[in-house]
């Protein structure tokens, strides 16, 4: 049995079955409409879901230098496949002597951008982690 919403306005749904069930407003003008709702319904926020899941992103990964790389992502990846990916991309061998920042926080490698809400043109920094130092000294 399928639940019936009449519409009577774009923004107004009022069910006359007592069943939860989503309806999506009507597009069109004038008078009262009635909608079925059912399995079309349920596909419709089924593939609505399925989107938001696969979204994709762009990021820009920037070096102290003013190097940058591209990489198209899920919003789901880990970054450690992103940091992964950089890394061979400019031929970093040791991964543990680099910095990744985003919005002045260093990114975990088990995170996702959507974790830390990352929206698509967003940047990471790189920095190159200094070991050591030196006594600095004027002749």
């Known amino acids: 049995r399928h639940a019936v919403a009449h519409v009577?306005?774009?923004h107004i749904?009022?069910?006359?079955s007592s069943a939860s069930s989503a309806s999506l407003p009507s597009a069109t003008s004038?008078?009262?409409r009635s909608v079925r709702l059912g399995e079309k319904a349920r596909c419709l926020v089924m593939e609505h879901e399925k989107k938001e899941v696969g979204r994709h992103i762009n990021?820009?990964?920037?070096h102290v230098d003013s190097s940058e790389v591209q990489f198209k992502v899920?919003?789901?990846?880990?970054f450690q496949k992103i940091f992964d990916a950089y890394c061979a991309k400019k031929g970093i061998d040791d991964q543990q002597a680099?910095?990744?920042?985003?919005?002045?926080?260093?990114?975990?490698?088990?995170k996702t951008p959507k974790e830390v809400e990352m929206e698509d043109g967003d940047i990471i920094d790189v920095f190159v982690e200094q070991l050591?130092?030196?006594r600095f000294s004027c002749f």
């Open 74 to 78: 899920k919003e789901t990846i880990k």
């Open 98 to 110: 680099v910095r990744f920042r985003f919005d002045g926080h260093r990114l975990e490698k088990e």
């Open 30 to 32: 004038g008078g009262e």
């Open 8 to 10: 009577s306005s774009p």
């Open 132 to 134: 050591g130092g030196g």
């Open 13 to 16: 749904v009022r069910s006359s």
């Open 59 to 62: 990021l820009v990964v920037k």
